[in-house]
């Protein structure tokens, strides 16, 4: 059952961390005005996404060492 666990929380930290940097990418390459609904959406788009993957950073330091090393492996894949 622990190993279910530690296997979805490096899943949901790999799911977000590119879900991150998708997002960071929409915001960078932006073409309006950062006063419309457009980017605002964006934007609160962007701070639950960062939100999640802060939850999930912090889950992951909470990992035993064997299940640390494969979420390097998984990380190094993004």
Same mark, same amino acid.
């Given at each position: ?7 979805? *929380?490096?899943?949901?930290?790999? @799911? =977000?961390?590119?879900?991150? %940097? /998708? ?10 005005? *950062?006063?419309?609904?457009?980017? @605002? =959406?964006?934007?609160?788009? %962007? /701070? ?31």
């Amino acid at each position: 059952m622990k190993d279910q666990l530690y296997i979805q *929380i490096i899943i949901n930290y790999v @799911e =977000s961390a590119k879900a991150l %940097r /998708e997002n960071t990418a929409a915001v960078t390459s932006f073409n309006g005005s *950062i006063q419309t609904s457009d980017f @605002e =959406s964006l934007w609160q788009e %962007r /701070e639950l996404i960062f939100h999640r993957w802060h939850n999930a950073a912090e889950s992951l330091r909470k990992l035993p060492p064997e299940y640390m090393a494969q979420a390097v492996v998984e990380i190094e894949k993004i």
